[in-house]
């Protein structure tokens, strides 16, 4: 990946033209590590626009988001729909490079305030010309909606102000290097203040109106949700008239549904059934590297927790990369550090290195010779719950009784902002690629699982996000990963690898490290 040294005085004199970000001609997509079924020159293909054998895709989703407020989103199916509703100011190709979209250029008016013009033929989709106030309002609510404000925490919302109909000033609370980088993530997606205002935030959570190649036109809750052709849409239009997303919890049912033809794609491959979806002849699967990061997390909140001894305990007493080995094979890789090697900074520590008899002699030490009981909750997944079987046992071993309790995925986000969750699970999604964004989880007053509210990885964010000087970032980010490494807040478990299948009958489909491709351009052949 190209990084910059000083954002600021590029951003000074970056002015690019683009004619759509969701089909960005600019962009050059990496390869992923794995790719079956090689698709060479069908993108030259598609962009010579022939016709599509079909007119509907179906995709299959993990779950059920609760909303598709891109500012109110909470798990990644979520993300997956709202990237065909909306467009961001810019976008963020696979090398890390910043494109235009919304915005078709930008400047720094200085190290606090970002100026972006807008395009002048951009409608949404209820017909409302996008004007600079959509802009200022979309990030005002960015910095105080609950699902998205910690993310946008140095974005300064009041401080954001119209110039003109077309050009707005983002400010920012300090300087901050990754700024563009957040704009071009799914919550950063512009909002209709027209149609928000006039709805109601419930309401435009079901049936949002954003300026993408797609409109919501149905959601059938527990089955479906219905996405239609946007033919107003600025940019490139899509190849299709109807998108569905089919809400498939269970991924072997995921897989059936994709090898009997009942969906054409489906998003997270079941590590349980990889190798046959890649060994069938009429399906394509494709694996990389991404920035998602699965730990648990023991609650600073919990009186049980705050003893380090019993924290590491807890750590040591796992056999991580037997754990994934045998859930993921090679779908996962065994956490060396507290975000993915994807991320910007990342430093090998790990993993967890197993010590049973250590982990006895802590309890011991801190009380606990007896044993040590405690319960589980983590959103539902078999993945996830595949893993906690193994660790339960491990645990068992040294004296600690846990007892594993999946919960809806709603109800867990709600414990989990409600501050109930003592011993949690965090699926999370670095898609920015920052290790700003990979460890907001840990900044003081996020709704999480574990709450560490520790000034010190405050201070060291804080000096993170204002550093433009790439080495000094990586110096301040390494202090920051080895210290939130050795609190033993949390046990790093793997990096999930990004997995897709579809149909052999697809063709222009890109790769996406952050599990949110876009679909609109995807091909059917006969």
């Known amino acids: 990946m190209k990084r910059k040294n000083n954002l600021i005085l590029l951003g000074l004199t970056a002015i690019f033209l683009l004619a759509g970000c969701a089909g960005n001609e600019t962009a050059s997509a990496t390869q992923p590590q794995t790719t079956e079924q090689s698709q060479t020159g069908e993108t030259q293909e598609a962009a010579n626009g022939p016709a599509n054998a079909r007119d509907q895709l179906i995709a299959a989703i993990t779950n059920e988001p609760a909303s598709l407020d891109p500012q109110n989103v909470s798990v990644m199916a979520g993300y997956q729909v709202v990237n065909h509703i909306f467009d961001t100011l810019v976008t ?25 013009k807008l395009r002048d033929d951009v409608y949404f989709q209820n017909g409302e010309k996008l004007a600079a106030e959509d802009v200022r309002y979309t990030i005002q609510r960015a910095t105080e909606m609950p699902q998205s404000a910690s993310i946008f925490v140095t974005f300064d919302g009041e401080g954001t ?12 609370k300090e300087p901050f290097s990754g700024a563009l980088a957040y704009l071009a993530t799914s919550r950063g997606s512009i909002v209709s203040k027209k149609a928000v205002e006039e ?35 600025w940019g490139e239009k899509a190849t299709y008239k109807d998108l569905i997303f089919r809400i498939i919890p269970d991924g072997s049912v995921r897989s059936i549904e994709l090898e009997s033809g009942g969906v054409d794609f489906l998003f997270g491959i079941n590590p349980a059934d990889y190798e046959r ?6 399906l394509k699967t494709e694996v990389g590297t ?24 807890f750590s040591l007493a796992l056999d991580v990369p037997a754990i994934v080995s045998a859930v993921y094979g090679e779908l996962g890789v065994p956490a060396d550090s507290v975000f993915s ?5 990342h430093i090998s520590i790990g993993p967890i290195k197993q010590d049973v008899e250590e982990a006895k002699r802590l309890l011991e030490e801190a009380g606990y010779g007896d044993g040590f009981s405690t319960e589980i909750n983590f959103g539902e997944s078999a993945t996830t719950q595949a893993c906690l079987e193994i660790a339960q046992q491990m645990w068992e071993a040294v004296g600690i009784h846990v007892t594993i309790s999946p919960l809806e995925q709603a109800r867990y986000k709600e414990n989990n902002a409600a501050g109930i969750t003592r011993f949690g699970r965090s699926n999370f999604t670095a898609s920015t690629e920052e290790p700003d964004h990979a460890l907001a989880n840990w900044q003081s ?57 579809y149909t052999a009958k697809i063709t222009n489909f890109e790769f996406s490290s952050s599990e949110q491709p876009d679909l609109s351009h995807i091909i059917f052949s006969e």
Not at 161 to 172: E, G
Not at 201 to 214: K, M
Not at 451 to 463: S, T, V
Request: hydrophobic residues 35%; contains cysteine; negative net charge.
């Open 341 to 345: 090697d994807k991320v910007f900074g």
């Open 290 to 313: 991404g920035f998602t990061h699965e730990m648990y997390q023991l609650s600073m909140t919990a009186e049980e927790f705050k003893d380090i001894r019993v924290r590491k305990a």
């Open 199 to 233: 709805m109601g935030e419930d309401a435009f959570g079901i049936s949002p109106v954003g300026t993408g190649p797609f409109r919501v036109v149905g959601w059938e809750s527990g089955d479906r949700i219905l996405l239609e052709r946007f033919d107003d849409y």
């Open 161 to 172: 102000a119209v110039v003109d109909d077309l050009t707005v000033d983002v400010k920012l």
């Open 92 to 116: 963020r190709d696979e090398e890390g490079e910043i494109h235009p979209c919304l915005a078709e250029s930008w400047e720094y008016v200085d190290d606090q305030t970002i100026r972006f």
């Open 277 to 282: 979806l890649k060994a069938n002849p009429d």
């Open 445 to 501: 007053g996020y709704k999480g699982a574990f709450n560490a509210n520790d000034d010190h990885i405050d201070e060291l964010m804080r000096q993170g996000r204002a550093e433009t000087d790439e080495e000094k970032r990586r110096e301040i980010y390494a202090e920051l990963q080895q210290y939130c490494w050795d609190t033993y807040y949390s046990i790093p478990i793997v990096f999930p690898k990004v997995g897709f299948a």
